[in-house]
C-alpha cells in the first residue's frame, strides 16, 4: 500500500488521473485507476491537490500535443510538490520534448503502462533521496509484438462499458500519427475478453463498447488468424468474437467503435445483422468524399465502394445510425475536391460527422505534400460543413418520429431520465417507471424525445 507515515499518523497517497483522446485511452485510464486503487492509492479528481498527477496523452492533432502539455503543466501548477506523470502517445512520439520538459518527473511510452506502479514507487523512492532526473520507460513500438495486459476494471457508471480488444494499425494513412504513437496491430486473446464481459455482466454493465486502434483488423497475430485469411473475410475472427459475447446473460447491447469501410462486406452486415444485440450504429471512417483526396491520403477504397457499404447496412437494419470523421483541409484539396465531400456528404446522410481539421503530423507523408492548405480556409470550410451536419442531423431525427425505440437509462438530470437509443441517440425519458441502468421501450415523439 502507498502510504506516507510520521510519528503521528499514516496517510494514503493520493492520485489524480485525467484522460485526453479516444475510447481506447478511456480504456487505459480506467486501468491505471484500478491499478492506482490496488496500490493503496486514493483517486482524487484531477482539480485537486494530488500527490501523483497521470495524464494519459493523446498526440492525434497539434490540439491534442498542445492539450495534452497544458494538462501535464496545470498539474504542477495545482501542486508543485507532486510526481506527474506523462503516459501515452504523445510521449510515444515526443519523448525528447517530454524529458526536456522540467515540470514531467515520469514518462511512460503507450506499451509501458502496465509498468505504471512500479515506475511511480520508484520515482518516489528516489525523490526521498534527493534525487530529481527524469526516467522514461519508452520502447521502440514498432517492435512490440505483444499485446498489452492491464488489469480487468470497472468503470464507475455501471451502464456502458469500454472494452479494449485490440491495439495498433498496419494502414500508415498518409496523415497519420497513430501507427508511430501505437505501433502494429495486436489482439488481445479472445478468453480474456470473454471473461472480463462476463464480470462487467455481472456487475450490472447492460452495454459493451468494443474499442480497438483498428478495430477491424481484430484476430491478428492470434493462432486463429489463419481461419480468417483463409475465408478471405478480415472480420471473420471479430463476428466470432461478437457471437460468443452476445451469449453472456445480462449483455443486451454491444456496440461497436470505429470501422473501416473495406472491411464491411455484405457477409460481414449480414452476419452482424443475425446478432440482436449488436446496435444498428455504425462509425464509418470516411475522411473526404473525393477519390482524389482519398487516394493521397492512402485510404484503401473509393466513394462508390463507401457508399455501397452504406446501402448495405440500410439494406439489412432499420434506419441505422451512420456517423463518420472527415478531415477538412488535407494538402492538395482544392475548392472542387472539397465541394465533392460536401455533395458526398449530402448523399449519404450520415447522422453525425466529426469534423477534423488537417493537422501536420510530424514523421508522416502529409506533413512534406506540397499545397498545404492555409488555416483561413480550414476555417472557412469546416463552417460550412458544420452547417451541413446540423441539417443531415435534424433530417435524420425526422425520420425516427413515431418508431419505436429503446433507452438504456444513464442518468437523471432535473427530475428527468436520460440515456441513450440503440442508436446513441441522447433522448429524454417522460416516464415515472423508467429506472436507472434499466431498458426502457416506447414510441419517440411519444414518452421518448431526442434531445441530441
Not at 490496488?38 to 497521470?54: H, N, Q, R, T, W
Not at 496545470?74 to 524529458?99: F, K, M, S, W
Not at 511510452?109 to 515506475?119: D, Q
Amino acid at each position: 500500500m502507498s502510504i506516507i507515515s510520521n510519528n503521528y499518523q499514516t496517510v494514503r497517497r493520493t492520485a489524480a488521473v485525467h484522460n485526453l483522446g479516444c475510447k481506447v485511452n478511456a480504456y487505459e485510464s480506467e486501468a491505471m485507476e484500478r491499478m492506482l486503487q490496488e496500490a493503496g492509492y486514493e483517486l482524487v479528481p484531477f482539480s485537486e491537490k494530488a500527490d501523483v498527477y497521470i495524464v494519459n496523452t493523446c498526440t492525434v492533432t497539434n490540439t491534442a500535443d498542445r492539450k495534452s502539455r497544458q494538462m501535464l503543466h496545470r498539474a504542477r501548477h495545482i501542486n508543485p510538490d507532486a510526481l506527474i506523470v506523462a503516459v501515452g502517445c504523445y510521449v510515444q512520439t515526443h519523448v525528447e520534448q517530454v524529458l526536456a520538459d522540467q515540470d514531467i518527473d515520469l514518462a511512460i511510452g503507450t506499451n509501458e503502462k502496465s509498468k505504471l506502479i512500479g515506475l511511480i514507487e520508484a520515482r518516489l523512492g528516489e525523490d526521498q533521496t534527493g534525487k530529481q532526473q527524469v526516467r522514461a520507460s519508452v520502447s521502440d513500438i514498432s517492435r512490440r509484438a505483444d499485446y498489452e495486459m492491464l488489469p480487468e476494471h470497472l468503470p464507475q457508471e455501471r451502464c456502458r462499458a469500454f472494452l479494449k480488444i485490440q491495439d495498433g494499425c498496419d494502414q500508415f494513412c498518409s496523415y497519420c500519427a497513430i501507427p508511430l504513437a501505437r505501433g502494429r496491430i495486436r489482439s488481445r486473446e479472445p478468453e480474456d475478453i470473454v471473461k472480463e464481459t462476463e464480470m462487467l455482466a455481472a456487475a450490472g454493465f447492460k452495454e459493451i463498447v468494443l474499442t480497438g486502434i483498428h478495430l477491424c483488423s481484430y484476430g491478428r497475430g492470434l493462432a486463429k488468424e489463419a481461419a480468417a485469411s483463409k475465408s478471405g473475410d478480415d472480420m471473420a475472427v471479430l463476428l466470432q468474437l461478437i457471437r460468443r459475447l452476445a451469449d453472456i446473460k445480462g449483455i443486451s447491447r454491444i456496440r461497436l467503435g470505429s470501422l473501416e469501410p473495406g472491411s464491411m462486406t455484405e457477409e460481414v452486415i449480414r452476419g452482424l445483422s443475425f446478432i440482436p444485440k449488436v446496435c444498428p450504429h455504425f462509425h464509418l471512417s470516411l475522411q473526404s468524399g473525393c477519390d482524389a483526396t482519398l487516394a493521397r491520403m492512402n485510404r484503401h477504397y473509393t466513394t462508390d465502394q463507401f457508399a455501397h457499404v452504406c446501402d448495405l447496412l440500410r439494406l439489412y437494419y432499420d434506419e441505422p445510425t451512420l456517423t463518420t470523421d472527415v478531415i477538412v483541409g488535407f494538402p492538395g484539396e482544392s475548392e472542387e475536391e472539397f465541394e465533392q465531400t460536401c455533395s458526398f456528404l449530402e448523399r449519404i446522410r450520415f447522422y453525425h460527422t466529426h469534423l477534423f481539421k488537417y493537422s501536420r503530423r510530424d514523421g508522416t507523408r502529409a506533413a512534406v505534400m506540397p499545397d498545404q492548405v492555409p488555416e483561413s480556409f480550414k476555417t472557412e470550410r469546416s463552417r460550412r460543413l458544420e452547417n451541413l451536419n446540423r441539417h443531415m442531423k435534424e433530417f435524420y431525427r425526422k425520420q425516427l418520429e413515431g418508431k419505436r425505440a429503446e433507452i438504456l437509462i444513464e442518468e437523471n438530470e432535473d427530475g428527468m431520465w436520460i440515456g441513450h437509443t440503440a442508436g446513441y441517440l441522447k433522448a429524454q425519458v417522460n416516464n415515472p417507471e423508467a429506472a436507472y441502468n434499466e431498458l426502457f421501450t416506447d414510441i419517440i415523439g411519444k414518452e421518448i424525445r431526442i434531445i441530441d
